[in-house]
C-alpha cells in the first residue's frame, strides 16, 4: 500500500487535473511576484546611501524577507502545503529542468548585473548594500521570470 496510484484509478486523474491547475497558478504567481519585486526597487532606492532611520531598517528587513521568500519559493518549487502526491506530480522531471535552466538565469543576470555595476563604480559611486541590493534583486527576478516563462510554455 504505497503512496504511487495506478493511472486507471480515479483519484489519479483529479490529482493530475489538481496538479496542473496548481502548475498554471504557479506560473502566473512567480511572474506576478518577479515583476512586482522589480518594480518595489525603486521605492528602496530613493532612500539616500547615509540614511538610517526606523523607515529605512524597516524597507531593508522587508526587502530581506521577501527576497528569502520568493528564493524559497523558487527552490521549493511554492507548493510545500499540497498533499504528496500532487506534489509528486508537480515536481516531473521538466519542472526540475525549467528550475535549473531558471537558477542558470538568475546566475547570468547577478554576472551581468555585476560587470554593469563595476563600470558604473567608476563614474559614480555605489555603496556595498547598494550593489549587494541590486545585484540580488536581479537575480531574483530572472530566476522567477525564467521560471514562470518555461512552465507556462510547457503548460500550453
Request: aromatic share 10%; proline share 2%.
Amino acid at each position: 500500500m504505497g503512496t504511487t496510484l495506478e493511472p486507471n484509478e480515479p483519484s489519479h486523474a483529479a490529482d493530475v487535473e489538481k496538479a496542473a491547475r496548481l502548475g498554471r497558478t504557479r506560473a502566473r504567481m512567480f511572474m506576478v511576484q518577479a515583476s512586482l519585486f522589480l518594480g518595489w526597487q525603486g521605492f528602496y532606492l530613493q532612500g539616500g546611501v547615509d540614511d538610517y532611520r526606523t523607515v529605512t531598517t524597516v524597507k531593508i528587513s522587508a526587502w530581506l524577507v521577501w527576497a528569502a521568500m520568493l528564493l524559497f519559493l523558487l527552490a521549493s518549487g511554492g507548493m510545500l502545503l499540497r498533499g504528496r502526491k500532487v506534489r509528486h506530480l508537480l515536481f516531473d522531471e521538466l519542472t526540475r529542468q525549467h528550475r535549473s535552466a531558471a537558477f542558470t538565469s538568475g546566475f547570468w543576470a547577478s554576472a551581468l548585473c555585476c560587470i554593469g555595476l563595476y563600470f558604473l563604480t567608476m563614474f559614480e559611486p555605489l555603496g556595498g548594500r547598494e550593489a549587494i541590493h541590486i545585484v540580488l534583486s536581479c537575480s531574483i527576478a530572472a530566476a522567477l521570470m525564467r521560471f514562470a516563462l518555461l512552465e507556462r510554455r510547457s503548460a500550453v
